[in-house]
């Protein structure tokens, strides 16, 4: 099996190209989706029989939560990436990753306290899936403070890959001790979403924000790709040819 | 003739222990500040003991994480600016046994006094004579984590100026594990209860930590002197 195709992606004039070439073709069946997820959520989707509207806001708590925990892992295998094979390309998409995956995080904590208000009367509750999540932020905030304390782009690029490779394999650890450590000083009296049987109307408007903030996940990390690649190649010839073309 | 791993990894752990005997001070500072941390929680919070036995476990062990987290900033520092932990990534010899060998000296210095001292705080904070070898086993396996998991951050802010606030931001959230387990182990202990399973999850992570941790800080010295 031949490999030319990854090093063709990963020649950055071809990343750049592709990028551009590809935002739309997520950005707009994300907008579509989103619109869709919403419409059905808000508005077709029956209140729920024990917390009424208020459960509503799953449908951006959900997706936003469920988003910072897969770019987290996008950006530990394309951090791993880059470093096993020394692709610079992928280490630029790691890079374009954190600042996403941490905006979905604060998303996450944000629509989850204010969900917390009518649920359990108060903004913050010392709940498992609240505190890895605020946990999973500090990791994000980490990471980008170790690329930006480096001034030497090769060395950031290497250093935080180490660190976000040590942080997916400690994530499990600390999403598990986490829950062990509050079903130890909680009665279990929080809210238990375990419910499967969803009825179609409230599960299918989830999914479809699920899928909707995927590729909208793809089309803004494709954006900031573009933006990082700038940055790196800055001096390189093709940049004015791709710009003012 | 070249020398095994072992033999090297030897010669660097005692090295390393001989160099902190001849500068105590250092040695001395990480336990003072423990020390003076778990002061701050009588003065903060109540002298009455019955209220602090209930914030023992937390007090101890914030303090031994912190104590530990600043202790960090000398396993490397010295060694990279006077260059020999470049003469060791070119020795030959496999950098993740010489890293390794020295976190074992640094929790040597710094973790096992504080599980010596660690008892005397806790007698302080009203704990029971009971609960003692709790508190010391579960410190002794928290700091050696501790030790483990910092020489990865410690070798990944080798390139920044003045990284010791970095250190702290990279390092807490990953050393959160240790922290929820160890004070459970010495919660359970000022309790009277058993304090195995909490224990046992400890260890794990020190073996975890033992396996992974000193090739990932291998591959971070590296990459910072690259």
Request: no cysteine; net charge positive.
């Given at each position: 099996m031949t490999w030319t195709w990854l090093h063709k992606l990963g020649s950055p004039p071809r990343a750049y190209a592709l990028a551009a070439r590809l935002t739309p073709w997520f950005a707009w069946p994300a907008a579509l989706l989103i619109i869709a997820g919403l419409y059905g959520g808000l508005v077709l989707a029956p209140a729920d029989y024990q917390q009424r509207d208020a459960f509503r806001i799953i449908y951006v708590h959900a997706p936003s939560a469920w988003m910072s925990l897969m770019i987290y892992t996008t950006m530990a295998v394309s951090a791993a990436i880059g470093l096993i094979w020394r692709i610079k390309v992928s280490h630029a998409v790691a890079a374009s990753c954190a600042p996403i995956g941490a905006s979905f995080a604060i998303a996450a904590l944000v629509t989850g306290s204010l969900w917390g208000r009518?649920?359990?009367?108060?903004?913050?509750?010392?709940?498992p899936r609240l505190t890895s999540e605020l946990i999973l932020l500090f990791l994000y905030l980490g990471y980008m403070g170790l690329r930006s304390a480096m001034d030497d782009i090769t060395r950031a690029d290497r250093a935080s890959a180490v660190l976000a490779i040590v942080g997916i394999v400690n994530v499990p650890i600390i999403h598990y001790s986490v829950q062990w450590w509050n079903s130890l000083h909680q009665a279990a009296t929080v809210m238990k979403?375990?419910?499967?049987?969803?009825?179609p109307a409230m599960l299918i408007p989830l999914l479809l924000m699920l899928l909707g903030f995927t590729l909208l996940f793809f089309a803004l990390l494709l954006v900031r790709l573009r933006g990082e690649i700038l940055q790196r190649e800055?001096?390189?010839?093709w940049i004015r040819e791709a710009v003012l073309s | 003739m070249r020398t095994s791993a072992l033999a090297a990894a030897r010669l660097v752990l005692l090295r390393d222990l001989q160099l902190a005997f001849r500068k105590r001070s250092q040695l001395v500072q990480p336990l003072l500040f423990f020390a003076i941390v778990t002061m701050l929680f009588p003065l903060s919070i109540s002298p009455e003991l019955s209220r602090l036995r209930e914030v023992a476990p937390g007090a101890i062990w914030i303090g031994a994480l912190l104590a530990s987290l600043l202790a960090l900033e000398f396993l490397f520092r010295d060694d990279a600016n006077d260059g020999t932990l470049e003469q060791y990534a070119l020795s030959g010899q496999s950098l993740t046994w010489l890293l390794f060998a020295k976190t074992a000296a640094h929790w040597l210095l710094t973790g096992l006094p504080l599980t010596v001292i660690a008892p005397i705080a806790a007698l302080s904070l009203g704990?029971?004579?009971?609960a003692l070898p709790g508190i010391l086993a579960s410190i002794a396996l928290g700091t050696f984590s501790l030790s483990l998991l910092g020489a990865i951050g410690a070798a990944l802010t080798?390139?920044?100026?003045?990284g010791g606030v970095l250190l702290t931001l990279l390092t807490l959230p990953l050393a959160l594990p240790v922290l929820i387990f160890g004070a459970r182990a010495t919660e359970l202990a000022i309790e009277g209860a058993s304090f195995a399973a909490p224990l046992y999850l400890l260890a794990a992570i020190a073996v975890l930590g033992v396996t992974l941790a000193p090739l990932a800080a291998a591959a971070a010295v590296r990459i910072s002197l690259e």
């Open positions: 009518p649920m359990w009367g108060t903004y913050w509750e010392w709940d979403i375990a419910k499967p049987e969803m009825p800055r001096s390189a010839g | 704990v029971p004579i009971g080798l390139g920044v100026k003045r």
